[in-house]
């Protein structure tokens, strides 16, 4: 793998992320025409162009200064592996100079890029490599939307999903701004039902999301019982996934029943789901599977079964095929509809944050 030299810019103000009436206010602030930013808006959100030479109806002297003062903050990949499989895994950096892994998958008609959030990760959970990195940064609006403006595949795109590195309810203000240009008329007009976001469950997070947001939610479960969950997540002691599925259950993923409070109204298109990562020995057993349709059952939800990637030095083991396609059989005769995701990628760095790290003891070595 070779990563390429990277300097970080001199500070500008990143325009990606902006909204028109943003920008407009910010050419004000330069002394232009505050038209010049809703034309620069179009540029960037209907072209997706990477500098402003080729912004062709705004003038030279307009685009001298927004160069000297801003940048658009699009970055190409800094390095990429590609699986046979058809999955690529980018390398981006950041505008400060952080390394952050993207994912593509294609497939079929289908095509979901796996974006992140943050540099790190503070949420520790033992089976991400992410979390062994520690937090370092929370990425700007702009490194989170670049991850799909510099994408290559970009055109080919049909759903993101926020599930990379970082916890996104850590980030919120910024995850929320980028799936607002994702879905903005002005921005790129997406279906918010293109969108999902995934999360170990912050509590004050969870709840403005499921009021702020119309976009699919994704719950990091990998363990149905508290205790042992907080063993693997420890943010398991901040917000128990018990308290999280009764917050759940105050909105439209509630199962219709006669008795107690009505769901509060929302986006009724919301789709929920829980992730599960199978772990020999630790969350594959019967009393496991009867856990899990006891927290889930009153939830309008799917369970999205994984199979578990090895990182270095790690005591935790996958399961076979056979103890999976049981898992999900049991579960789906007993009232909530599970589905094994198709592992990806696996003849690259297939698990979230170990090309990242690579990179990182990369840069370090070429410093020292």
Not at 308 to 317: A, E, K, R, Y
Request: charged share 25%; proline share 4%.
């Amino acid at each position: 793998m070779r990563i390429l030299k990277y300097s970080p810019l001199e500070q500008k103000l990143s325009l990606l992320g902006r909204s028109p009436d943003e920008m407009a206010q910010l050419c004000l602030q330069l002394g232009l025409p505050a038209f010049v930013g809703k034309q620069v808006a179009g540029w960037i959100y209907g072209k997706r162009v990477a500098s402003f030479a080729e912004m062709k109806n705004v003038g030279q002297k307009a685009r001298a200064l927004l160069e000297a003062h801003c940048e658009i903050g699009a970055r190409r990949p800094a390095a990429e592996q590609r699986s046979k499989d058809g999955t690529v895994k980018y390398l981006y950096t950041t505008a400060d100079g952080h390394f952050i892994e993207t994912v593509y998958i294609p497939d079929g008609a289908r095509a979901t890029l796996c974006v992140s959030s943050q540099v790190g990760c503070k949420m520790g959970c033992a089976f991400c490599m992410t979390g062994r990195q520690g937090y370092a940064a929370s990425l700007s609006v702009a490194d989170i939307l670049n991850q799909i403006y510099s994408l290559p595949e970009v055109d080919t795109l049909t759903n993101v999903v926020f599930m990379g590195q970082g916890e996104p309810l850590d980030n919120l203000d910024a995850v929320l701004r980028a799936t607002e240009v994702l879905t903005a008329a002005w921005g790129w007009g997406w279906s918010p039902k293109r969108i999902t976001v995934s999360t170990v469950g912050l509590e004050k997070g969870l709840k403005r999301f499921l009021d702020e947001s119309a976009c699919h939610l994704a719950i990091s479960l990998h363990h149905p019982i508290p205790a042992e969950r907080a063993a693997l997540m420890p943010a398991e002691r901040g917000m128990g996934i018990e308290r999280m599925v009764e917050l759940l259950r105050q909105y439209d993923f509630c199962r219709k029943r006669s008795d107690g409070p009505r769901p509060a109204e929302g986006a009724r298109q919301r789709r929920l789901s829980f992730e599960y990562i199978v772990f020999k020995g630790v969350n594959d057993g019967l009393h496991h599977a009867e856990a899990l349709v006891k927290l889930l059952r009153p939830l309008d939800c799917r369970v999205n079964l994984i199979r578990f990637h090895d990182i270095p030095d790690s005591p935790l083991q996958g399961v076979d095929a056979e103890r999976m396609v049981w898992l999900r059989d049991y579960l789906t005769a007993h009232g909530v509809f599970t589905t094994i995701r198709a592992s990806r990628g696996q003849d690259i760095f297939a698990a979230c944050g170990l090309l990242s790290t690579a990179a990182q003891e990369q840069a370090r070595g070429q410093r020292n």
